[in-house]
Structure formats: structure tokens, C-alpha cells
């Protein structure tokens, strides 16, 4: 039964080691007195402007969020349609109950305005 885990041990020293090289080999690497230009943000060669911590408008991360659930659900659709000819009649109702229940959040989602941009 050790011997089943002999791999995960090599696998797991190789992990290690490599690790442990990659943070040595940049330590030795790494310039020493970086200059004050090298710490500046660059911005595609222009010169930033405002503030980097700007705060977004919650309709913002509301339609992002939306819009992940909303693909996450619609990935759901290709395995269906793949096994559409496998599962008849019985698949065909759950997946137009699942289109219904999707389009009952989006109307949901809608009515109550997290859609709105403005």
C-alpha cells in the first residue's frame, strides 16, 4: 500500500524542488538597487492619471455577476443537446422547465432594474 503513493511522493518532491529553485535562481537574478523609474506604473507610455483605488458603482459588479450566472446556466445547454436523441421526451420538458426558470430570473433581474445602466 506505500508503494501506491511512491508517485504522489516523487510528484511532490519535483513540485518542491522546483519551487524552491525557481525563488533561488530570482533572488540571485533580481537586480539589487532598483532605480526609482523601474517602480513607476506604466500605462502603454503615458502618464498616469487619477487615482488607482477608484471605487466602481455596485450596478457594476450587480451585471457582472448576472452575466456569469447567466453563462454558467447556459453551458448547461451543450451536454443537453449532445444527449438529446438518448433522452426523449423526459429531457426535452426538464430542459424547457430549466429555459423557463432561466428566463423567469432574467425577467426578475429585468423588472427590478439590475440591468439598468444609468
Given amino acids: 500500500m506505500v508503494s501506491d503513493y511512491g508517485p504522489v511522493a516523487i510528484f511532490f518532491?519535483?513540485?518542491?524542488g522546483f519551487a524552491a529553485v525557481s525563488l533561488g535562481l530570482s533572488r540571485l537574478l533580481a537586480p539589487r538597487n532598483p532605480s526609482r523609474v523601474k517602480g513607476e506604473t506604466y500605462e502603454s507610455g503615458i502618464e498616469p492619471t487619477g487615482e488607482a483605488q477608484r471605487r466602481f458603482?455596485?450596478?457594476?459588479?450587480?451585471i457582472a455577476m448576472l452575466f456569469v450566472?447567466?453563462?454558467i446556466e447556459a453551458i448547461?445547454?451543450?451536454?443537453?443537446a449532445v444527449t438529446?436523441?438518448?433522452?426523449?421526451?423526459y429531457g426535452?420538458?426538464?430542459m424547457m422547465l430549466f429555459i423557463v426558470?432561466?428566463?423567469?430570473a432574467y425577467a426578475y433581474a429585468w423588472r427590478k432594474g439590475a440591468l439598468d445602466l444609468g
Avoid: N, Q
Fill in 84 to 89: 438529446y436523441d438518448v433522452l426523449g421526451w
Fill in 101 to 104: 426558470l432561466l428566463l423567469a
Fill in 92 to 94: 426535452f420538458v426538464e
Fill in 76 to 80: 448547461f445547454l451543450y451536454p443537453w
Fill in 57 to 62: 458603482d455596485i450596478r457594476y459588479y450587480t
Fill in 13 to 16: 518532491v519535483i513540485v518542491i
Fill in 69 to 71: 450566472l447567466f453563462d
